[in-house]
């Protein structure tokens, strides 16, 4: 098994995730792109002692980027939307 931490790489707060965590009471994270969503909903639920009711996630690919003649590309990411079950919070992101 892969270390909690190790899956869960960081939280995202943006206006938009803020938004979502108000009104929808979903959560958005950085995760490792190996994992699936059994294994976030499981990571969740232990590290921060929530019931997650779904699980989402989305491959974010990453951006074409140059400097002068050098091209490269952004590393791929994979972002995970948890949505909690009603009264369940987590702290962390409480502004």
Do not use: C
């Not at 969503?37 to 989305?58: D, G, L, Q, Y």
């Amino acid at each position: 098994m892969i270390h909690p931490r190790n899956i869960l790489i960081s939280p995202i707060i943006t206006e938009k995730s803020g938004e979502q965590i108000q009104n929808l009471n979903t959560y958005s994270f950085k995760v490792s792109i190996n994992a699936n969503k059994i294994e976030i909903k499981n990571v969740i639920e232990r590290i921060f002692a929530v019931k997650v009711i779904s699980v989402n996630t989305i491959r974010m690919m990453g951006k074409p980027k140059r400097l002068g003649k050098y091209s490269g590309k952004r590393p791929d990411w994979k972002k995970a939307i948890v949505t909690l079950r009603s009264g369940d919070k987590i702290a962390d992101f409480e502004v």
